[in-house]
């Protein structure tokens, strides 16, 4: 089945009781037993829930993996990850991170005793200089939020199965219409199903999806035994989400493209972020990994402050100022104030992430639209 099909039907099945095209919202908590452990396969919704189960069939689907898991948030899926270490191993991440990852691995599980690389990886070599016997995972976000770096995953994924150690991605930037790292050679991929998967800013939600049996019973373990999972309304929006995300991600693909040239086009604007430009400094891996470059864009504006880029984000009218990215409607952040104000200034800064950084979440709405709301707010 090629992509467009396993959006819609991969992983599915009609429900058994009537026929339903779509799983029924299983809002049950508990399911009646004949015989003590005489059950249809669900026992405790913490543990099962056949809407949640026909999700994460479908995440395993869209992904190429086997095994799809759902969790309350992108956090929590992060989290579970993160649960296979033990104190004392180490883990070495990208430094160009979503504010909230950077924030769960130094201010919680660095008091659990397990040890936190950030580094740049555009460079495989750089990575390999970092790995010693403790070093358990290698977590990769790419394309980064919000300064739209692409690392290079196979790159990476060679180092991590030289020295036996797991690699994660989190591929919410691009999703698995643009690009699927298991087939890169990662062993985890993880989202936020917030953003493009649920694609309609109505749910908040994570995901996991791995190939390897042994790898997925742990992590089914940690799911169950640390309880984060999401509930049978929210896996329905998901999978209704998903149904869509090859026509979305097509849109938002085109608008991002004609957005990102007219800012860079603009006199006001000094620099634009965008992994499709041919002098972005990943293009190559870029366009050798992805299927097309996204709807996401950073920019400055020329001899910007602070106040100046507040204005701009206050201005628009169409783009709505918000947390947030990937759905049908187009958001505008300031990270420095909003996505990355848990990231020390002096840190953020060493990223990129300064003060006049504008993130954009380009949606599906009319590109003229956007383009001529745009132009009214930089002015
Ligand atoms: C939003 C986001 C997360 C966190 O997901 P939540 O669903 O908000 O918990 C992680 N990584 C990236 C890249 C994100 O954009």
Redesign the pocket.
């Known amino acids: 089945m090629k992509f467009n099909t396993k959006a819609i039907h991969g992983g599915q099945k009609h429900d058994p009781a009537y026929g339903a095209v779509m799983p029924p919202i299983y809002q049950t908590s508990t399911y009646a037993q004949t015989t003590p452990g005489g059950h249809k396969g669900f026992e405790y919704s913490r543990t099962h829930n056949p809407t949640r189960k026909a999700l994460e069939d479908s995440f395993a689907s869209i992904e190429n993996g086997k095994f799809g898991l759902a969790f309350g948030?992108?956090?929590?899926a992060?989290d579970a990850v993160i649960k296979l270490l033990q104190p004392g191993d180490e883990v070495i991440s990208t430094n160009d991170l979503?504010g909230?990852?950077y924030r769960l691995f130094t201010k919680i599980f660095e008091g659990f005793g397990i040890k936190f690389h950030f580094i740049g990886m555009e460079n495989a070599d750089k990575i390999e200089s970092y790995v010693n016997e403790n070093t358990k995972l290698i977590w990769v976000?790419t394309p980064t939020?919000p300064m739209m770096n692409v690392i290079d995953v196979k790159a990476v994924a060679s180092v991590a199965k030289k020295h036996n150690i797991l690699l994660a991605v989190?591929n919410?930037?691009a999703t698995p219409y643009l690009q699927r790292p298991l087939d890169l050679g990662a062993d985890i991929v993880m989202h936020?199903?917030?953003?493009y998967l649920g694609g309609h800013s109505d749910v908040?939600?994570?995901a996991l999806v791995v190939k390897d049996e042994k790898l997925a019973e742990k992590l089914y373990f940690i799911q169950n035994a640390s309880g984060a999972v999401c509930g049978p309304q929210d896996s329905f929006l998901v999978l209704r989400g998903i149904k869509t995300l090859h026509i979305r991600m097509q849109r938002h693909c085109e608008n991002g493209e004609a957005i990102a040239k007219y800012l860079k086009n603009h006199p006001k604007i000094e620099k634009v972020y965008w992994p499709g430009f041919e002098d972005h400094p990943n293009h190559d891996v870029a366009k050798a990994q992805m299927d097309g470059f996204g709807g996401m864009i950073s920019f400055v504006t020329k001899g910007s402050d602070y106040d100046k880029a507040i204005k701009i984000v206050e201005n628009l009218k169409i783009f709505t100022l918000a947390e947030?990215?990937g759905g049908v409607e187009s958001l505008a952040g300031h990270p420095a104030s909003m996505t990355h104000a848990s990231i020390p200034k002096e840190e953020r800064e060493k990223t990129g992430v300064v003060d006049s950084l504008i993130r954009l979440s380009v949606g599906i709405e009319d590109v003229d639209d956007l383009i001529a709301d745009l132009e009214q707010a930089i002015g």
């Open positions: 948030s992108g956090l929590a992060i979503y909230g990852t976000e939020n989190d919410t930037f936020s199903a917030t953003k908040v939600m994570g947030s990215l």
